[in-house]
């Protein structure tokens, strides 16, 4: 440190550590001004977009004898502040293990619970976005792990809304959840220090939500919407607007992951069924397979603990390498090609939340351990969706439900560092 | 630190100490649907809240060779970022002591000096809150102690205005404010470590207000209100809205505690003289009263510099104990139990703010020395308030009140840490 | 740090500096309620204003092996943050030297690229507001030096729009600009370690506008705008509004700087010329000159390898000097006098900007060198603009402009830290 100062914690029975990333994007939209997409879109053409994705901002530590604590922000959005993780707890609990209390991801299948510093494809499929719009949620959840690391386990109480940009549910009607994820490692190659692993988890939630959205009781959490795995505006392509009648759901999903050296697949399906009061009950289901490949043969680390992926470490870093001698050389980063399959199927009964096929080819070129660009050109097509649910009004469901269907292209790029 | 980066402060002049705070909270509310209740909650029975009440991050340090300063942001409100301490300032200087320009408390009574993160209630009296709304203001105060520590003062000049949302204020009139409080512990006991101790002050203000909100004169701050001591939305269920015709007020509070052992009493009293143009002078006035007790046996600690309490030191932290042998055994921290009656009379002459009333019992779960549980039970009264005050046109005084009267039941559950 | 707990960053591979800033101003507004100037200040009587011009936090690091990042953010605005640094980069390139991706100041002369922190005056001065609002944009931009430290340069390529309160740029239209800064210290006396020394550079910009508002092209960035050099409300008194039929427009900038000891000249002038479709092309000007004077004899530092003002280093600071035989005594800091004259005309064709001379007297006591506090008094005129262009609407250019001309005295004090 020198003559620069050290900076220390508020509390000396508390640790510190902070950390943060900026991830920014380019996108463009090729959708030949179809005006089923820009229905879709909110009634214009989808605009190209230049700017940041994620600035996050936080700080995190233990607390004497066995709490923790951590603050993490999004300023991203400018004017308006998110929150993200945000929760005290506890570990080295009997039994429990793990428990964490406040905003924190909910257990809904593995692309969600992945990172975004790690995340494969720029955005997240349909079914991971929509079934999970931003993942986390008020909530009192426990984490656990076998000693012999092959299984995982997170399991909890949420409530249903989204408050990271009000801070407060405000509702007489709670509209909880119980959701978990139970998961396993099936095959991880110890010798090769994880080059060859397979894991395979189901996870499941049954979720009250308010039947209706009238004064207090806080407006239902029935809706289950998207954007085409590109960052379009706050308009969802995919859009089954507040569902009438609901009462529950439940939600299942199948999770697997296979890797082979600098070979990975990976695949969820998920299932949701709607359960209604005078409604014909609804099922909505979706899910994505895809294949990544290191051109530079470094593999895809996997986290044992919490059955996700982990941070790529490349062989030699782009631009600097530090040879044996002592002197520098350049490097070429870390290759992944990628390639997805994604679906989703929104429409059921009288709901024409639209169904969702998107074909997506990515090319990551990972600089170092804590910085790396991404490529995807996503083809997709959604068809019969009604673009009349984006309203959000749960009664305003047409007799005659008036239904589009279009096609697009969309080409993005990323730049990230975490730190 | 091992492998990690040890984080350095931006200017080798200048110290960092970062900190924060996670409150927590869970509120019911049990109103009958009295209508009267809902006219003062904005129209609508008030909603079960479940959220953040502080998401606080913070720096603060020392410049060379006698400056400090702080930034501390409040990030529980989502979208809505707000700042609170902000502040440069002097240390050691003489006659002076330590002067701070910027956001800071103003030095009305114990109960708003008294950190969030040590107070025994959830939620601070109907007086301390109306009288102070919000705590910060932007202003010069001076904070002195005395040699032997019975004395401490502070007294300074604000700005009427709460600027945590805008960060400025604008208006011709500026709305000074000239406050302090003079403080006395009378007697600490030093041979049990502060066990014992008694405490009283008297602080005062003389506050110009804006006569009239016309152009850029700034709007007047002549409004008193406040929630029922428990999280509600915004509409506050006491407030006088703006008094019409106010010139300036004045403002004197009393306040003491004795502290034996495990068992504390503290009580303020607070009168508000309002001078008015053309309309007839109002008084407000109010206090409250509590006693906390320590099953556990711990004592709520006195902090003589600033006349306010300190943290809390449990006996042996909740779950883990370190034991003599070096060996861990199950702890259950430190139990309080306390009740709080509180009343408030902002009905005079032609202003129907409301009277309320309220009992509170409480009970503090402290784990360790930076994490606590706060559950509160409130059950209150609020009288002949004209519900019509909250639109806060100062010209639309009712010539025949419309005055109503309700009852409620609140619960209050916090969680919270801090480091 | 003793029982304080280190500090650490999020990762092993990056270090991590934090760094803030904290300005607080009082701004009095002298307009003898002038009509002119209440219609540029969008109809009412500037009211005087009392609050933070900035509180800013931020993070920054380097990533191994060659990679840098910072974020950092302004919470000025209360609810409303903004971010301003935000950015990763590469250090130690060959050929290119430095190269930042993100949000950065903009190369558009001196006066922006001179931090708050170090600005002789409160406020900058009215062309350099005008043509580079707020200075950062979304970019890509190379930084060099030459290896005798006689020549520095920065250019590279940006989004028009300002971002920071949104985050994104939304439009099919990118209106892109290229734009670069070559400067040159021409001579710099090492042997007083740079008390004397001159500058002088050249800045240019190509900037592509959007032609239209309509639809998903994105609003046209041809508004050149600027307060009064004192900090009003989001009136802005001289303004262009949008620029009918403004196609592109590029930029020239002379700057030049000589210092003498204790006494330093600066001055800038720069051109723009608005290329317009079916409308008469528009040529806007404005430069400044101004002096400053130390007193007590201290002088400006200068940054040869960004060709831009350094932090002041007072040679005894306010309050507490460390003397020779260890004793203490009062010191008066550093006293700095400067005058400044400031023109702008955004006068042209169809065009009423207004025209605006203004003449400032500053005083800079500054206590350290990471606090000081500065006063301005400010004498200007604006005259011949129509205030209906603020309206922002590209058509709506009056065929008889409604021009007028108006006088003010402005007030205005600071005070600020840095860390």
């Known amino acids: 440190a020198g003559n620069k100062s050290i900076v220390v914690s508020g509390s000396s029975k508390s640790t510190m550590k902070v950390s943060g990333r900026v991830h920014l994007d380019g996108w463009g939209f090729d959708t030949d001004e179809d005006p089923a997409i820009n229905d ?3 009634g214009s053409d989808p605009a190209n977009r230049l700017g940041f994705r994620r600035i996050r901002f936080g700080v995190s530590g233990k607390i004497k004898d066995n709490m923790i604590y951590k603050i993490e922000m999004e300023f991203a959005g400018g004017n308006d502040s998110e929150f993200r993780d945000v929760f005290l707890g506890w570990i080295d609990l009997p039994f429990f293990q793990e428990v964490l209390l406040g905003n924190q991801k909910r257990p809904y299948g593995l692309d969600h619970l992945n990172s975004s510093r790690y995340n494969v494809f720029i955005e997240r ?4 976005e929509a079934f999970n719009e931003d993942a986390r949620r ?3 959840q426990a984490y656990g792990v076998s000693d012999d690391m092959a299984w995982n386990w997170r399991y909890g109480v949420f409530n249903g809304r989204n ?3 009000d801070g407060n549910y405000t509702g007489d009607h709670l509209q909880l959840q119980l959701a978990g994820r139970m998961a396993n490692t099936i095959w991880y190659d110890e010798t090769s220090n994880g080059r060859g692993y397979a894991h395979w988890a189901i996870s499941g939630s049954h979720a009250d939500v308010s039947t209706a959205d009238d004064g207090s009781d806080g407006q239902s959490e029935s809706r289950f919407r998207t954007r085409p795995e590109g960052r379009t505006s706050s308009d969802r392509w995919l859009d089954t607007g507040l569902i009438p009648g609901a009462d529950y759901y439940n939600l299942l999903g199948f999770e697997s992951v296979i890797n082979l050296g600098a070979l990975q697949i990976v695949g969820e399906y998920q299932s949701n069924w709607v359960e209604r009061d005078g409604f014909e009950n609804v ?10 490949y290191f051109l530079t043969g470094e593999h895809m680390p996997w986290d044992r603990e919490s059955g996700t992926i982990d941070r790529v470490i490349p062989f030699e870093n782009f631009w600097l390498v530090d040879t044996a001698g002592g002197g520098r050389s350049a490097g070429w980063g ?4 990628a390639a997805r399959y994604s679906q989703a199927d929104f429409n059921d009964a009288d709901i024409f939340g639209g169904r969702g096929e998107s074909i997506t080819i990515g090319l990551n070129w990972h600089w170092n351990t804590n910085a790396r660009m991404q490529f995807n050109y996503i083809s997709g097509k959604i068809k ?10 749960q009664t305003a469901i047409n007799a005659t439900p008036d239904v589009q269907s279009g096609d697009y292209d969309i080409y993005g790029a990323r730049f990230m560092v975490d730190f």
Chains 1, 2, 3 share one sequence.
């Open 40 to 42: 879709f879109n909110g």
């Open 125 to 128: 499929p349909f079914v991971i």
């Open 138 to 140: 008020l909530g009192l």
């Open 163 to 165: 408050i990271q940009d």
């Open 283 to 292: 099922h909505l289901n979706g899910g994505y397979i895809y294949a990544s």
């Open 334 to 337: 870390a290759w992944q090609v």
């Open 384 to 393: 019969d969706r009604d673009a009349d649910n984006g309203d959000n009004t």
